[in-house]
């Protein structure tokens, strides 16, 4: 969940007016007035540990603001409602990551994202909804070709297995930490 070094100073969140729903879920676009949302999300230990890895410290609203901010420069950020109540955020965005775009270099590459801060909202299905309407935005509208999911923990079945439910393969599995591993998972049109 980092942004590239050339995005971490951008000043707003770059937004958009794409809306996706599908029964009680609904995409909307992340704003400026989203801060409070967001927020105790990205000081949450427990959410942490799944979507940034163990023992990542909560973040500070400066520090909340940059990642969002950098991302969202090459992405569409959304936020997910379920039933009209904000519970996690997610985004559709241009691939990275050198060694993933070497491998398809003629290729429209994304990679997506997704974190359901409100932990009583796991496995509800939400996350499998609304990875579902990225995945159509994305080959329907965006004219992307291959997708990412990246940096899965090897801890993290429940992302894994939403991912693999929509039809992402496991690609790789590597680990800086030799303890543990994290996976990239591809999906093509
Ligand atoms: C990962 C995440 C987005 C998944 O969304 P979700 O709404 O909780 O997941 P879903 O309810 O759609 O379930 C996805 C699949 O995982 C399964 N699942 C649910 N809980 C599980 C668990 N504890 N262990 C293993 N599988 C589980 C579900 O059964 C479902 O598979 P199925 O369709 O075969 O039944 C969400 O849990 C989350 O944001 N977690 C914290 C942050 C995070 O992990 N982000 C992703 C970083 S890569």
Not at 66 to 77: E, P
Not at 100 to 115: E, G, M, S
Not at 134 to 163: I, K, T, W
């Amino acid at each position: 969940m980092t942004p590239s070094d050339d995005t971490r100073s951008a000043p707003r969140i770059r937004e958009h007016s794409v809306a996706l729903s599908e029964g009680a879920v609904a995409l909307r676009p992340m704003t400026e007035g989203d801060w409070a949302i967001l927020l105790p999300w990205s000081q949450d230990v427990d959410v942490l540990h799944f979507s940034d890895g163990p023992g990542v410290p909560p973040r500070s609203l400066d520090e909340t603001q940059g990642i969002y901010r950098g991302v969202s420069q090459d992405a569409y950020c959304f936020i997910i409602e379920w039933a009209g109540r904000a519970v996690g955020e997610c985004w559709l965005q241009r691939l990275n990551l050198d060694w993933l775009r070497d491998l398809h270099p003629a290729k429209d590459c994304r990679r997506i994202d997704i974190t359901i801060g409100e932990k009583e909202c796991w496995g509800k299905g939400v996350g499998t909804i609304a990875v579902r309407l990225l995945v159509g935005f994305a080959f329907a509208s965006e004219g992307a070709d291959v997708l990412f999911a990246c940096d899965v923990a090897d801890y993290n079945p429940r992302s894994r297995r939403m991912f693999e439910c929509l039809g992402f393969e496991l690609l790789e599995e590597r680990g800086a930490d030799p303890s543990r591993s994290y996976l990239t998972l591809r999906k093509y049109i």
